[in-house]
């Protein structure tokens, strides 16, 4: 599974149930690496220099700090937008799948939604 920096509004159940379920899924949470209080646009450029993937669930502010961030960075910056109106399992279930069987290079844009 692709490492991941999970948003500092991120759901922390959905956190702890992935780390339950795969218990090698390397996961860090913005506060343990000081963006906690961040513009949005720093987290993917330094998840992406740290070859993680951010999920969030802060879809508009998101997709506006990627599209700010433009394409010219290498690497290009990965984003999973979990929507709040589903459930910890299924969320879940999705990342997995999303992270476990694709690789971010194969996205057609630079965030994907769950559920997928």
């Known amino acids: 599974m692709m490492p991941i920096l999970a ?3 991120f759901n922390d159940a959905i956190v702890q149930g992935l780390q339950r379920a795969w218990p090698t899924v390397d996961v860090v949470r913005a ?4 963006l906690d209080a961040v513009p949005d646009v720093v987290l993917p450029e330094w998840a992406a220099s740290q070859g993680r993937v951010v999920l969030t669930h802060d879809r508009r502010s998101m997709i506006l ?3 700010a961030l ?7 910056p ?7 109106d589903i459930t910890i399992g299924s969320a879940m279930e999705d990342i997995r799948i999303l992270l476990e069987c694709g690789m971010p290079e194969d996205w057609p844009q630079r965030y994907r939604f769950i559920p997928i």
């Open 7 to 9: 948003d500092h509004n």
């Open 31 to 34: 506060i343990e690496v000081g």
């Open 65 to 67: 700090a990627i599209n």
């Open 70 to 76: 433009g394409s010219q960075i290498k690497p290009v």
């Open 78 to 84: 990965r984003v999973v937008i979990v929507r709040t």
